[in-house]
């Protein structure tokens, strides 16, 4: 079955780095395009950047372009998302996504708080 496993999220100041993981199992990695979700408190569940297959082709939300690069390791069956220059608007539980046969898949996520 389809597993996927965030980790690396933590709290942070203002102006800090984070490198999130997703480990993923059950399915072909190299031929699914994948995503990084967030969801803050009282907000829905957003897109933050999303990759191809070959990891070619990335797109951000405007919110961290600039800031953020999504990335993913085939060999590793793991997707990244390195986040610098944080800001305190950046918390939130992020999450990985694949889509597989139009079922959504979701890890469990992992906490990212920015805060002095």
């Known amino acids: 079955q389809v597993q996927l496993v965030e980790s690396g999220g933590g709290l942070v100041q203002p102006g800090g780095s984070l490198r999130l993981s997703c480990a993923a199992s059950?399915?072909?990695?190299?031929?699914?395009?994948m995503s990084w979700y967030r969801q803050a408190p009282g907000k829905e569940r957003e897109l933050v950047a999303a990759i191809s297959t070959a990891g070619d082709t990335t797109n951000y939300a405007d919110s961290v372009k600039g800031r953020f690069t999504i990335s993913r390791d085939n060999t590793k069956n793991t997707m990244y998302l390195q986040m610098n220059s944080l800001k305190p608007e950046d918390t939130a539980v992020y999450y990985c996504?694949?889509?597989?046969?139009?079922?959504?898949?979701w890890g469990q996520g992992t906490q990212v708080t920015v805060s002095s």
């Open positions: 996504n694949v889509v597989r046969y139009r079922s959504a898949y």
């Open positions: 059950g399915f072909t990695f190299s031929s699914s395009p």
